[in-house]
Nanobody
Framework: QVQPVESGGGLVRPGGSLSLSCTASGYSFSDSAVGWFRQAPGKEREFVAAIRWSMGSTKYADSVKDRITVSRDRANNRVILQMNSLRPEDTGVYYC??????????????????WGQGTQVTVSS
């Protein structure tokens, strides 16, 4: 299998922080965009953040701006999603995806071809 692998999910209190990692398994992020999406029960999968590996350019959903940061760890072929000031509505399964979307589709599901299995993030007191 060649797919991204997420890690770092868990239970965190409202207002707390959590760091998620996405690591390529069997391939490199080179020339790819790495996107983070999340899905809550009964809701559609939604975009969270993305980064272009080579350029380092980022994009964020309005709902998470100023609370999350996506960055690259070049040495370990890893993308980190640092989440702060978490809210209960941030709860969901977080997926890492890779692909080669044009900029206009970097925040869309269709822009990605490889998906991880997801990691659960629960924000609750």
């Amino acid at each position: 299998q060649v797919q991204p692998v997420e890690s770092g999910g868990g239970l965190v209190r409202p207002g707390g922080s959590l760091s998620l990692s996405c690591t390529a398994s069997g391939y490199s992020f080179s020339d790819s965009a790495v996107g983070w999406f999340r899905q809550a029960p009964g809701k559609e999968r939604e975009f969270v953040a993305a980064i272009r590996w080579s350029m380092g350019s980022t994009k964020y959903a309005d709902s998470v701006k100023d609370r999350i940061t996506v960055s690259r760890d070049r040495a370990n072929n890893r993308v980190i999603l640092q989440m702060n000031s978490l809210r209960p509505e941030d709860t969901g399964v977080y997926y890492c995806a890779t692909g080669r979307p044009i900029w206009s589709t970097i925040a869309t599901i269709g822009g990605y071809s490889r998906w991880g299995q997801g990691t659960q993030v629960t924000v609750s007191s």
